[in-house]
C-alpha cells in the first residue's frame, strides 16, 4: 500500500515569490493534517482537513497561507508571498479519521532566499 | 497551554549501552505517541500509549506512560547503530489527535 506521497521533495525560490506543496493521502483516510516543521523542532499543525472541510486552521497564518483540498482527497498548500522565515519542512499526514494514529509523508524541504 | 518538554535534546552513546529519554507534559493527558524520524524521512510512529501506566515494548525499545506524573520514557537497551534517529514524543491534547509536539532528541550511537 502506498503511504503519503508529497511533492516537490525540495524547493529553492526567492522572497516574495509563490509556491505550492501538494500531497496525496493514502487511500480512504479522511482526515489530512499540514505541519511545518523548524530544523531541530517538532511538528507544528497548520491545518486539518476531515475530507474536505478544515476543521481546524487556527494555525494557519491566512495572510500568506491558504490550503485547499477538494474532493476531499489530494490537498494543496500555497504560499504567497513567500517570506525568508517560511523555510522550513512542510509535513503532510493523513489517517483514517480524526482520532486514530496519522501517517507521515516524507515533506517538503522548503528554502527561500 | 499545553508544552511538552523532552531531555535530553541530543544523545551520543556507545553501542550496548541503555538509555533513557524523558517525556514531560504540562497539563493532563492519557495519550501520548512516540514517533522516529531519519534524516530526510518520514515521522515513523513506534507506540502510541493510551493509559496511566501503560508499557509497550518493540525489540530494543521500550515505552511507559505515568499520566500521574505527566512523564513518558523511551529506554534504549543495549543500542544498535541502527536506532540512531531522532525520537520524538507527542502528546494528544484532547483524545482526537492534536497532537503537540516535543522539540525531539536526536540519538547517535556510535559502533
Known amino acids: 500500500e502506498a503511504g503519503v506521497v508529497q511533492s516537490p521533495r525540495y524547493k529553492i525560490i526567492e522572497k516574495k515569490q509563490p509556491v505550492a506543496f501538494w500531497c496525496n493521502p493514502i487511500?480512504?483516510?479522511?482526515?489530512l493534517y499540514w505541519y511545518l516543521q523548524n530544523l531541530g523542532q517538532g511538528p507544528e499543525l497548520l491545518i486539518r482537513?476531515?475530507?474536505?472541510?478544515?476543521?481546524?486552521d487556527s494555525q494557519l497564518p491566512k495572510d500568506r497561507f491558504s490550503a485547499e483540498r477538494l474532493k476531499g482527497v489530494d490537498s494543496t498548500l500555497k504560499i504567497q508571498p513567500a517570506e525568508l522565515g517560511d523555510s522550513a519542512v512542510y509535513l503532510c499526514a493523513s489517517s483514517y479519521q480524526q482520532n486514530t494514529e496519522a501517517f507521515f509523508g516524507q515533506g517538503t524541504r522548503l528554502t527561500v532566499v | 497551554e499545553l508544552k511538552v518538554e523532552q531531555n535530553p535534546l541530543f544523545l551520543s552513546m556507545q553501542e550496548g549501552k541503555n538509555y533513557t529519554i524523558y517525556c514531560n507534559y504540562s497539563t493532563t493527558s492519557d495519550r501520548l505517541y512516540w514517533y522516529r524520524q531519519d534524516p530526510g524521512k518520514s515521522l515513523e510512529s513506534l507506540f502510541v500509549?493510551?493509559?496511566n501506566g501503560a508499557v509497550k515494548q518493540e525489540g530494543r525499545l521500550m515505552a511507559s506512560l505515568d499520566t500521574k506524573a505527566r512523564l513518558s520514557t523511551l529506554h534504549i537497551t543495549a543500542a544498535v547503530h541502527d536506532l540512531s534517529a531522532t525520537y520524538f514524543c507527542a502528546v494528544d491534547r484532547d483524545s482526537n489527535y492534536q497532537l503537540i509536539w516535543g522539540a525531539g532528541t536526536k540519538l547517535i550511537i556510535k559502533p
Open positions: 482537513y476531515e475530507n474536505e472541510e478544515a476543521v481546524d
Open positions: 487511500s480512504g483516510h479522511n482526515t
Open positions: 500509549l493510551l493509559s
